[in-house]
T-cell receptor, first 114, second 117 residues
Framework: AQKVTQAQTEISVVEKEDVTLDCVYETRDTTYYLFWYKQPPSGELVFLIRRNSFDEQNEISGRYSWNFQKSTSSFNFTITASQVVDSAVYFCALSWAGSYQLTFGKGTKLSVIP | DAGVIQSPRHEVTEMGQEVTLRCKPISGHNSLFWYRQTMMRGLELLIYFNNNVPIDDSGMPEDRFSAKMPNASFSTLKIQPSEPRDSAVYFC???????????????FGQGTRLTVV
């Protein structure tokens, strides 16, 4: 079975702090894809990153970085020097070769306090 | 590119009424998805189209729900008759991924917040 677990339901940090959002996935497939989406208060779902199972290199994009570890089935997301605009619900998602749908985690609500 | 466009953004309707949600996918994308988001169940896939053909509608909750994609640039999700438990945010998404290959990212619209009273 395919499953995505985001154990942190809500996180609050003070602006400029670093914060890591955890994502643990389960799949029997050897080829799969992991995603992160951001849902700001306005409601839309914004694509952040896609990573395939054969690429374990960490990725950095500005203040965002992602740590993919197959050994622990985790795909964690870190925001460095958080800002109020980072306040949102963040979803981790999984898809696998031969599938067309995304399996989403329950999301982590991040509140960045000024 | 304007992204995936959904309308209306908000819909309030009375129980028993017909509701139609609309979606315009990103030009050139051949896969279209309808998702529903609720507090209880999170994000769940309702139906998937590839090249305008419904491939999987197993997520459609009941016969009251129907979806069409008459052409590559337009899709509708209809609920008839609507019930209070249908209240949710409905998202349309599109991607370049073909059947059996979710290897590209899906881009989501802004969603339609449906309230059935």
């Amino acid at each position: 079975a395919q499953k995505v677990t985001q154990a942190q339901t809500e996180i609050s940090v003070v602006e400029k702090e670093d914060v890591t959002l955890d994502c643990v996935y389960e799949t029997r497939d050897t080829t799969y894809y992991l995603f992160w989406y951001k849902q700001p208060p306005s409601g839309e779902l914004v694509f952040l990153i896609r990573r395939n199972s054969f690429d374990e290199q960490n990725e950095i994009s500005g203040r965002y970085s992602w740590n993919f570890q197959k050994s622990t089935s985790s795909f964690n997301f870190t925001i460095t020097a958080s800002q109020v605009v980072d306040s949102a619900v963040y979803f981790c998602a999984l898809s696998w070769a031969g599938s067309y749908q995304l399996t989403f985690g329950k999301g982590t609500k991040l509140s960045v306090i000024p | 590119d304007a992204g995936v466009i959904q309308s209306p953004r908000h819909e309030v309707t009375e129980m028993g009424q017909e509701v139609t949600l609309r979606c315009k996918p990103i030009s050139g994308h051949n896969s279209l998805f309808w998702y529903r988001q609720t507090m209880m169940r999170g994000l769940e896939l309702l139906i998937y189209f590839n090249n305008n053909v419904p491939i999987d509608d197993s997520g459609m909750p009941e016969d009251r729900f129907s979806a069409k994609m008459p052409n590559a640039s337009f899709s509708t999700l209809k609920i008839q008759p609507s019930e209070p438990r249908d209240s949710a945010v409905y998202f349309c998404a599109s991607s370049l991924g073909g059947t059996g290959a979710m290897n590209t990212e899906a881009f989501f619209g802004q969603g339609t917040r449906l309230t059935v009273v």
